[in-house]
């Protein structure tokens, strides 16, 4: 039977939606913490300079968010959304310490364990509460306005950890916004949020999606829809480990000062959050394939051509064409997702997306690793160009 007072959208739900977007802002702070600055850490203070030792904090964090976003989907009806919540809050009390005090890499490695368990609870259950709480109208302006806060706070504080490392040291100032967004994000979860069980019950009486019959499968490549989605997120985040991990490095290399290395890197993630407070409401009115398609192009295209690029300006226009691409395609995967899938099956084919999708973080590390043992780093960028570009292929061949 219908749940009472229970009503889809944003409108009706603006409260909850709104405390939501709050929380997701301090998920984002998490991994801006380290967006900048981890590289040039583990140069000055633990002497590392092999590019396979550096990347190992993104593989580690890539593989094991991977993974916790599947049993998020898994476990979310069983356990509920905003339990997973609080549970992935509790885990990140300890990073900010450990960022803060650690004496060994292996020490930075394990707080990436837990960066990757926080984010693939918290982000993923945030994700489907929102998703659950707007119904299907409003789904791609839900998650725009979910991955713009998330990604632009990742951009701020980027930025901010930079600009604090440049004036104060690597450590501990930097890092003491960490533990602001684990208090604040924490309580929020723990005294504001409302689970949001009932609502997917209530769209459940009046959708029409078929079930799938082997969600995992199905999702990941057999359904040419789904499958051409997942694979596009796989690559997206494989292009994006290798910005995180190897653009710092270039740009060093190329001369710049770790204040210009800060605005650089920040610019991207703030015009791909920033944007998808449009192109989130875009992908409601607009041919879904299209947009994933066009999104694609424009990060291959950047990618390759940020091989040739020298001065600021150059790479601070690049950056933002690479934003721009990613923020047409982020809101889009995960509103398609949802568009394609029941509302029961929702959470469990948006944990198997997520799955895939933060895999490529790994495998992004991983290729520019085999790829720099054989090339200068730079060449990296033009090979995870071209397989952006190939991905783009994909969805337009496969896609209906």
């Known amino acids: 039977m219908k749940e009472k007072n229970i009503q889809l959208g944003l409108k009706e739900n603006w409260k909850q939606f709104s405390l939501l977007l709050l929380v997701n802002a301090f998920v984002g702070g998490m991994v801006g913490l380290e967006r900048t600055i981890l590289p040039e850490l583990a140069e000055k203070e633990f002497l590392i300079v092999a590019t396979s030792v550096i990347l190992s904090f993104i593989i580690v964090f890539g593989v094991v968010k991977a993974i916790t976003n599947y049993f998020t989907g898994v476990l979310a009806n069983r356990i509920g959304r905003k339990n997973l919540l609080i549970i992935g809050w509790i885990i990140a009390i300890p990073i900010p310490f450990i960022l803060i005090y650690a004496k060994h890499w292996n020490w930075i490695i394990f707080a990436n364990v837990l960066l990757g368990i926080n984010q693939g609870l918290t982000w993923s259950s945030t994700v489907v509460m929102k998703?659950?709480?707007?119904?299907?109208?409003?789904?791609?302006?839900?998650?725009?306005?979910?991955?713009?806060?998330?990604y632009f706070s990742i951009a701020l504080v980027a930025f901010t950890t930079g600009w604090i490392a440049s004036e104060y040291g690597l450590r501990p100032y930097p890092f003491y916004q960490g533990i602001v967004f684990v208090t604040l994000g924490l309580l929020i979860s723990v005294f504001f949020i409302k689970d949001t069980a009932k609502h997917v019950a209530t769209e459940n009486e009046v959708n029409n999606?078929?079930?799938?019959?082997?969600?995992?499968?199905?999702?990941?490549?057999?359904?040419?829809?789904?499958?051409?989605?997942?694979?596009?997120?796989?690559?997206?985040?494989?292009?994006?480990?290798?910005?995180?991990?190897?653009?710092?490095?270039?740009?060093?290399?190329?001369?710049?000062?770790?204040?210009?290395?800060?605005?650089?890197?920040?610019?991207?993630?703030?015009?791909?959050?920033?944007?998808?407070?449009?192109?989130?409401?875009?992908?409601?009115?607009?041919?879904?394939?299209?947009?994933?398609?066009?999104g694609m192009v424009l990060q291959g295209i950047s990618l390759v051509l940020m091989f040739w690029a020298f001065t600021a300006t150059q790479f601070i226009l690049l950056s933002i064409v690479l934003g721009v691409g990613t923020a047409i395609v982020y809101p889009t995967f995960l509103s398609a997702i949802a568009g394609f899938t029941s509302p029961n099956q929702r959470a469990q084919s948006i944990g198997v997306f997520r799955l895939w999708r933060d895999l490529g973080y790994a495998f992004g590390a991983l290729l520019t690793?085999?790829?720099?043992?054989?090339?200068d780093v730079d060449i990296t960028i033009i090979a995870i160009g071209i397989l952006t570009i190939v991905s783009s292929i994909i969805i337009k061949i496969r896609m209906t």
Do not use: C
């Open 209 to 294: 999606n078929k079930l799938l019959k082997n969600i995992f499968w199905e999702t990941t490549w057999k359904d040419n829809n789904l499958g051409s989605i997942s694979q596009a997120g796989f690559v997206n985040n494989l292009n994006d480990g290798m910005i995180w991990g190897i653009l710092p490095i270039i740009l060093a290399n190329r001369g710049f000062s770790l204040k210009n290395i800060a605005i650089v890197v920040a610019i991207y993630p703030a015009v791909w959050g920033i944007g998808q407070l449009i192109t989130g409401k875009l992908s409601d009115l607009y041919n879904k394939k299209t947009m994933l398609y066009l």
């Open 369 to 375: 690793i085999i790829i720099t043992q054989f090339f």
């Open 131 to 150: 998703i659950d709480l707007v119904g299907q109208k409003h789904r791609g302006l839900a998650m725009g306005l979910n991955e713009s806060f998330g």
